[in-house]
């Protein structure tokens, strides 16, 4: 999956594959809480959009695979001796959410949302892909591949669900903006081995 395909503006700095690398029990740690969040952010969707029937119906499939992903990291963490520490700061999303516009009507908060949440998917993919590609572990490397192809698909899935709840115009414009921004906090960011944002 290229950067291009996922739309986003800056690849990741080269350094933060090699320093994931050698912090494998960090970054698995973090990516069991980001499986975890995302499972969380697609049923806080379902409540408070309940009568959003094509939304239900696409999200209810992935707060399975989400929590599926989970199950799955902690097998990772357990066949190598390792434990499920504490959440972390997730800096990259707190400063993502920043960005999305306050106000407006039910509607332009659900796009928002739905954006946000596309982006994110997005940036695990890309980074997945390196793990993917660069990591030694081969039973990592098959993981990470089959996990890059399943954000992927999670990714699309937020932005068709953002073009069925408002026009296409409208959704590729704010996505731009979306894009940029994140572009800007992964340029401020210092590259972390030992997280997966």
């Not at 499986?35 to 409540?47: D, M, N, P, R, Y």
């Not at 591949?145 to 026009?167: C, P, Q, R, W």
Request: proline share 3%.
């Amino acid at each position: 999956m290229e950067k291009h395909v996922l739309g986003l503006t800056l690849p990741t700095d080269p350094r933060w594959v090699d320093i994931a690398s050698m912090n494998i029990e960090e970054i698995l740690v973090d990516h069991a809480y980001c499986e975890q969040k995302a499972a969380s952010a697609c049923i806080s969707l379902i409540v408070q959009f309940p009568d959003k029937e094509k939304l239900v119906e696409v999200l209810t499939p992935v707060v399975a695979e989400e929590w599926a992903h989970f199950e799955r990291v902690l097998e990772q963490l357990k066949k190598r001796g390792l434990r499920l520490g504490n959440a972390r700061k997730d800096e990259y999303v707190d400063l993502l959410a920043k960005s999305i516009k306050k106000g407006g009507n039910r509607e332009q908060q659900l796009i928002e949302k739905l954006l946000m949440c596309a982006l994110i998917e997005a940036r695990s993919c890309e980074r997945f892909r390196l793990l993917w590609k660069e990591l030694k572990d081969q039973e990592l490397r098959q993981f990470y591949y089959e996990l890059m192809v399943s954000e992927a698909g999670h990714y699309k899935n937020f932005i068709t669900l953002a073009k069925e709840y408002a026009d296409e115009k409208t959704v590729e414009a704010r996505w731009r903006l979306f894009l940029k921004v994140e572009g800007e906090i992964m340029s401020s960011l210092q590259p972390r081995g030992d997280r997966i944002h």
